[in-house]
């Protein structure tokens, strides 16, 4: 693996790395943004990590650049480079190394509570002492996983984190920041129209629940940075 440089790959450019950029940065590590489209490296080794951020498409579009990233996910399992998935992240981890992906029978939009396994809390949700978490969720689709995987968290609905050798897969969205989802709002403002979602109910008076998220993801930094071994 290659020094300190970690590549994030935005699938779409208001979901980035938001609470977890500070996070690596200041362990000195060098992020190498790629927005989706671009020419996806080949070589992961290149990198100490892969972080593979979220987006409005689907796995099962098939898009060309979504099945590059399916094959980087695929040999950075294979060569023990870490992989950190969000949202549609996950869902490419979860389809590249052999589960399914498909749309949910209900969207999760806002806030939801999810519960932590007790393998999730001994491994990338270690040090986070309550069983069930209150998080921000963007999702319409979700995922068999792979039979290789552990589950590290569920929701009433669907799982919501799992892990297959390096790569963690996780749907709900601990990076997110509340000028993040002011952006989200009014970018999908469609799709919340459609479900019926008033976006006060996600954005107003919430400044605990963003704080909390910042907590959070803090832990599931320090847990994934040991899988990296810079640190």
Same mark, same amino acid.
């Given at each position: ?10 699938? &779409?450019? @208001?979901?980035? =790395? !938001? ?5 690596? /940065?200041?362990?000195? #590590?060098? +992020?190498?943004?790629? %927005? ?11 990198? &100490?990590? @892969?972080?593979? =951020? !979220? ?5 099962? /579009?098939?898009?060309? #650049?979504? +099945?590059?990233?399916? %094959? ?13 998935? @969000? ?145």
């Amino acid at each position: 693996m290659s020094g300190n440089k970690v590549l994030a790959i935005q699938n &779409s450019g @208001i979901e980035t =790395l !938001g609470n977890l950029e500070k996070l690596f /940065e200041s362990d000195g #590590y060098v +992020i190498e943004s790629m %927005e989706a489209g671009t020419l996806v490296p080949d070589d992961p080794t290149n990198y &100490s990590a @892969i972080i593979i =951020l !979220g987006g409005y498409m689907s796995v099962y /579009e098939n898009l060309p #650049y979504l +099945i590059k990233e399916q %094959e980087l996910i695929k040999k950075a399992n294979a060569c023990k480079v870490p992989v950190l998935g @969000i949202c549609l992240g996950s869902q490419l981890i979860a389809q590249a190394l052999g589960g399914r992906v498909y749309r949910g029978k209900k969207k999760e939009i806002g806030w939801f509570d999810i519960a932590l396994t007790d393998e999730g809390r001994r491994d990338i949700f270690r040090g986070i002492m309550s069983k069930k978490l209150k998080v921000f969720q963007w999702h319409g689709d979700t995922f068999d996983l792979p039979k290789t995987a552990t589950l590290l968290a569920t929701s009433e609905h669907y799982p919501q984190a799992f892990r297959i050798g390096t790569s963690v897969g996780i749907l709900f969205h601990l990076e997110i920041q509340a000028k993040m989802a002011e952006k989200w709002v009014k970018e999908y403002d469609l799709e919340l129209e459609q479900e019926g979602i008033n976006k006060d109910q996600i954005l107003k008076n919430r400044d605990y629940e963003f704080n909390n998220l910042v907590d959070r993801c803090k832990v599931v930094y320090s847990n994934f940075s040991k899988m990296i071994g810079f640190v």
